[in-house]
């Protein structure tokens, strides 16, 4: 089956800093989205991609599609005490009768103020 | 609030027993996914409904699992006889009918199995 992998598993950084994580497929997706969960909690939509190359901000974040279609990116910059948790990938096939998600592990990233 | 909500938030039940949780999608969202996740995981694919059709059902959901949308709104997931292994988080969410694909998820209900 599908399989993300998703890199780094953690990070440790200082409050100012920029952030990088990155998400690979073994398979072709449609869309791509990045989630932020913190404990306890369900996953919070930050961007969703939609076509290869797409290159989309919300924010200090930074998302983009690669071109390939079977990456994406997601940048967070000048982070700040609350951007701690744990960050998620989703792909997305559309198609058929089937929208659902294919996560990766996620990313914990804590940020030392 | 109109998000995504799921009610309980936390259930604690003895093995073998039978729950049930609830899960009200965003007003006018037609599509509604349940997922699970367990601890150092993202969020596993259980089923799909489209309005009141139960489209997908992932091969996670044994037979011990149900989930319905009677009314194509509020949806109910059942799990009988449950085991240890059933611990988790299970995870709402919805999306519109549309070409968006965004799906926006409920905080979920944290089951526990003693």
């Known amino acids: 089956g599908q399989q993300l992998n998703q890199s780094p598993q953690s990070m440790f950084i200082q409050e100012g800093e920029d952030v990088s994580m990155n998400c690979t497929s073994s398979s072709i997706f449609n869309t791509w989205l990045w989630y932020k969960q913190d404990p306890g909690e369900g996953p919070v939509l930050l961007i969703a991609l939609y076509k290869a190359g797409e290159l989309t901000s919300n924010g200090r974040l930074t998302a983009q599609f690669g071109i390939t279609r079977k990456d994406s990116f997601l940048n967070i910059s000048a982070s700040i005490p609350s951007d701690v948790g744990i960050y998620f990938c989703a792909g997305q096939i559309i198609g058929g009768s089937n929208y659902k998600l294919t996560f990766g592990k996620g990313t914990l990233l804590t940020v030392n103020p | 609030d109109t998000g995504v909500s799921q009610n309980p938030r936390h259930k604690i039940t003895k093995r073998g027993q039978n729950v049930t949780f609830r899960c009200d999608p965003i007003s006018e969202h037609n599509r509604l996914y349940w997922y699970r996740q367990t601890l150092g995981q993202g969020p596993e694919f259980l089923t799909y409904f489209q309005n009141e059709a139960q489209l997908e059902k992932s091969r996670l959901l044994s037979d011990r699992f149900s989930a319905e949308r009677p009314k194509g709104s509020f949806s109910t997931l059942e799990i009988q006889r449950t085991e240890q292994g059933d611990s988790a988080m299970y995870l709402c969410?919805?999306?519109?009918?549309?070409?968006?694909?965004?799906?926006?998820f409920g905080p979920g209900t944290r089951l526990t199995v003693t």
């Open positions: 969410a919805s999306s519109s009918g549309g070409a968006s694909s965004e799906q926006y």
